[in-house]
């Protein structure tokens, strides 16, 4: 059973405040060792799995674990003699 905030709590706009935290929600547990249907997603080399969405958590957070291989995520630019202005 997924909790649902009470309408007093409902997000009114878009970019809405985190509501007051429920101590009557449910506990979001992720288990990536066991749960074959999370989402992965592949992007440059890197694997992202989404393993709580903001829907598990009453919109509150989503947790993301990257795994990234030696070498890979972003590169930092190289040194060109040029100053940025």
Request: with cysteine; charged share 20%.
């Amino acid at each position: 059973m997924k909790y649902s905030p009470p309408p007093s709590q409902q997000p009114t706009s878009q970019h809405a405040a985190i509501p007051p935290d429920d101590p009557r929600r449910l506990l979001a547990v992720a288990r990536p060792d066991e749960d074959q249907t999370l989402p992965h997603l592949g992007v440059v080399g890197d694997t992202y799995t989404i393993l709580l969405t903001g829907e598990d958590t009453a919109g509150r957070y989503t947790l993301i674990d990257m795994h990234v291989p030696p070498g890979g995520g972003l590169r930092c630019p190289e040194p060109s003699g040029q100053s940025i202005q």
